[in-house]
C-alpha cells in the first residue's frame, strides 16, 4: 500500500502563486507515475500534470502549460506542483494521485491506484 498526503493550497487573487506537496509513503518503490488531478465542484476529475518517478519526465494538461511546474525529491519521496499566474479557472479540488502501472493514458484517473485526500486551491478575480 501506499499513502499519499497533500500540503499547500490555499486561496490567493488572480495572477499569484501557490505550491502543493505530496508526500507519499509506504511501498514507493512501486510507483511508476505520480502526478496531479483537480476537481471543480459539477465537473470531471481531470490531470494537471504527472511525473515519471524513475526517469523524472512530465507530462502537462494543455490548460497549465507555462504556469504550473510538477517536480519530486525522490529523497523525500515527495512530489511538488508549482502554480503560478494563476486563473480563476484554476479553482477546484486538488488531488495527489500514484500509479504503479505503466500502461494507460496519464490523464485517466481510473488508471491511478492511490490518491491523497484532496486540498483545496481557491483563486479569486
Known amino acids: 500500500q501506499v499513502q499519499l498526503v497533500e500540503s499547500g493550497g490555499g486561496s490567493v487573487q488572480a495572477g499569484g502563486s501557490l505550491g502543493l506537496s505530496c508526500a507519499a509513503s509506504?511501498?514507493?518503490?512501486?510507483?511508476?507515475?505520480m502526478g496531479w488531478f483537480r476537481q471543480a465542484p459539477g465537473k470531471e476529475r481531470e490531470g494537471v500534470a504527472v511525473?515519471?518517478?524513475?526517469?523524472?519526465?512530465?507530462i502537462y494538461a494543455d490548460s497549465v502549460k507555462g504556469r504550473f511546474t510538477v517536480s519530486q525529491d525522490n529523497g523525500k519521496n515527495t512530489l511538488y506542483l508549482q502554480m503560478s499566474s494563476l486563473k480563476p479557472e484554476d479553482t477546484a479540488m486538488y488531488y495527489c494521485?500514484?500509479?504503479?502501472?505503466?500502461?494507460?493514458?496519464?490523464?485517466?484517473?481510473?488508471?491511478?491506484?492511490?490518491w491523497g485526500q484532496g486540498i483545496q486551491v481557491a483563486v479569486s478575480s
Open positions: 509506504g511501498y514507493t518503490d512501486t510507483i511508476f507515475w
Open positions: 511525473m515519471h518517478t524513475r526517469y523524472g519526465g512530465a
Open positions: 494521485a500514484a500509479s504503479s502501472s505503466t500502461y494507460g493514458a496519464w490523464n485517466v484517473p481510473s488508471n491511478y491506484r492511490y
